[in-house]
T-cell receptor, first 112, second 112 residues
Framework: EPEVTQTPSHQVTQMGQEVILRCVPISNHLYFYWYRQILGQKVEFLVSFYNNEISEKSEIFDDQFSVERPDGSNFTLKIRSTKLEDSAMYFC??????????FGPGTRLLVL | GENVEQHPSTLSVQEGDSAVIKCTYSDSASNYFPWYKQELGKRPQLIIDIRSNVGEKKDQRIAVTLNKTAKHFSLHITETQPEDSAVYFCAAKRYNFNKFYFGSGTKLNVKP
């Protein structure tokens, strides 16, 4: 069964550095998402992407964040200048036309 | 926007007992309500979902009920087993919007 994949599984970075988190959604899916989950807390929506543009974003998704689908298979989340509070698990998710979304395994980001 | 509240935050039951987790939502236009199970360190996985044109849905030991008038929906797990121990999240989504709103999660502990 196809799955959403994410790389890296863990990333450690210094405050102020840029990070890029990578996702490969399921191949025929049309809607793509990034979520954040701070340890022990709920899953928080960051952004949704459809038809090569952002369709919705949360208040968390400020100018420090950007998303791209550079080549028709990868879907990336860039954090330009990381802060300590960006430390979290970041999940990518995708769905086809229906409502069912499938999550990737996550990238654990630690900002020191 | 939508606000999803989930109760209880933790639930401990004896193996074989039933467990019920409840969520309320605020946006009457929400029409899709999935439930996710997240085991420790793993990705959220969809276990059951319901659409607003249906009042109840069952899948083996798991059922979801929806009360549109009261704007609440519940997850029912019967004959609980230790492998049901996990964090469960409810979510809500509005038709033709992409954003999913998550509840704060319920940590279910099934004691053998």
């Amino acid at each position: 069964e196809p799955e959403v994949t994410q790389t890296p599984s863990h990333q450690v970075t210094q405050m102020g550095q840029e990070v890029i988190l990578r996702c490969v959604p399921i191949s025929n899916h049309l809607y793509f998402y990034w979520y954040r989950q701070i340890l022990g807390q709920k899953v928080e929506f960051l952004v949704s992407f459809y038809n090569n543009e952002i369709s919705e974003k949360s208040e968390i998704f400020d100018d420090q964040f950007s998303v791209e689908r550079p080549d028709g298979s990868n879907f990336t989340l860039k954090i330009r200048s990381t802060k300590l509070e960006d430390s979290a698990m970041y999940f990518c998710a995708s769905r086809f036309r229906g409502e069912t979304q499938y999550f990737g395994p996550g990238t654990r980001l630690l900002v020191l | 926007g939508e606000n999803v509240e989930q109760h209880p935050s933790t639930l401990s039951v004896q193996e074989g007992d039933s467990a019920v987790i409840k969520c309320t939502y605020s946006d009457s236009a929400s029409n899709y309500f999935p439930w996710y199970k997240q085991e420790l360190g793993k990705r959220p996985q969809l276990i059951i979902d319901i659409r607003s044109n249906v009042g109840e849905k069952k899948d083996q030991r798991i059922a979801v009920t929806l009360n549109k008038t009261a704007k609440h929906f519940s997850l029912h797990i019967t004959e609980t087993q230790p492998e049901d121990s996990a964090v469960y999240f409810c979510a809500a989504k509005r038709y033709n919007f992409n954003k999913f709103y998550f509840g704060s999660g319920t940590k279910l502990n099934v004691k053998p």
